[in-house]
């Protein structure tokens, strides 16, 4: 379908309203093509507010009135192609956690080739999910205003989630980021973004 797209980018700080308009945005193809949803969830619930958080989301989607369809996938994403079709919807929130989680799977140093993996290893993930799906909504907190962190490991993993965030949006149709609860269009087609009613 010419006007679906296959990858769409959504960035924005803490509680900007970015994950509620990935939400409506995969409702709104739902609409449009009767495909099934699918949140493709990479948080592990390791302290209170991660919990939370997760609770939150699940509540979120049952009260919006559609079946989601919930796998959980920490790392090596590409692995929940297992329960996927190709005329799926999969909601992948978020980037900045399974980064976190593929990073700290390993106790391998540091060093630029394991982090040049590492950033391989999700954007290949998320482009293998692209490939077999109708649509990817991928969803990563925007932790890159801030200025360079002088704390080292800090720094390494800004220059990695850029590195992620400026080839997943070469892949995608569409980007946008969200600011305040509003998405603000950055790449795609000039039409409104999604309503927010």
């Not at 699918?38 to 699940?58: C, F, N, W």
């Not at 509540?59 to 192609?81: F, M, N, P, S, V």
């Not at 005329?87 to 956690?97: A, E, G, H, N, P």
């Amino acid at each position: 379908m010419a006007d679906i797209p296959s990858l769409v980018f959504i960035s924005g700080g803490v509680r900007s309203g970015k994950s509620s308009f990935a939400e409506k945005k995969a409702v709104e193809i739902h609409k449009k093509t009767g495909a099934r949803l699918h949140y493709l969830a990479t948080g592990m619930p390791s302290d209170e507010e991660m919990v939370r958080r997760i609770e939150k989301h699940q509540q979120d989607r049952i009260t919006d009135g559609y079946q989601w369809i919930t796998i959980e996938q920490h790392t090596r994403i590409e692995k929940a192609l297992e329960w996927l079709g190709v005329q799926d919807i999969i909601l992948l929130d978020c980037v900045t956690t399974l980064l976190n989680n593929e990073w700290f799977s390993t106790s391998a140093e540091m060093e630029d080739t394991f982090l040049l993996n590492v950033k391989e290893t999700i954007v290949k993930g998320i482009s293998k999910l692209k490939e077999h799906a109708l649509t990817v909504i991928v969803v990563s907190n925007e932790v890159l205003n801030d200025l360079p962190s002088e704390n080292e490991l800090v720094f390494k993993y800004q220059r990695v989630l850029g590195h992620i965030h400026q080839e997943l949006v070469r892949l995608a149709d569409e980007a946008y980021l969200v600011e305040n609860g509003i998405p603000i269009k950055m790449k795609g087609e000039k039409s409104p973004a999604v309503d927010q009613r």
